[in-house]
Nanobody, 115 residues
Framework: QVHLRESGGGEVQPGGSLTVSCKAS????????MTWHRQAPGKEREWVAS???????DYVDSVKGRFTISRDNVRRTVSLQMNSLEPEDTAVYYC?????????WGRGIQVTVSS
């Protein structure tokens, strides 16, 4: 019954900004840690950011200072604001949460950083 759906992807130039969002259903959203992962072509899926039920964020070192994760428990959404984007950020971005030991994923959304 858990459903996650990303939105807001697209293509931007290096140095630009983009925000991806994820809307969740089927979970008690306010109690769940939410995460963003990404997967570039030919690469393994990589954890990017997480935010706890208490809104404590964490990030992979490569995006610290550039990305900001946030959540809205009323709208049941988690967002990732991405600034100063680099070509290396190009990937499919996935929303994720865990419920009773099982990972749930969104479909993924493409983010392309190119001139």
């Amino acid at each position: 019954q858990v459903h996650l759906r990303e939105s807001g992807g697209g293509e931007v130039q290096p140095g630009g900004s983009l925000t991806v969002s994820c809307k969740a259903s089927g979970i008690n959203f306010s109690l769940n840690t939410m995460t963003w992962h990404r997967q570039a072509p030919g690469k393994e899926r990589e954890w990017v950011a997480s935010i706890t039920s208490g809104s404590t964020p964490d990030y992979v070192d490569s995006v610290k200072g550039r990305f900001t994760i946030s959540r809205d428990n009323v709208r049941r959404t988690v967002s990732l604001q991405m600034n100063s984007l680099e070509p290396e950020d190009t990937a499919v971005y996935y929303c994720n949460t865990m419920l009773r030991g099982t990972n749930f994923w969104g479909r993924g959304i493409q983010v392309t950083v190119s001139s």
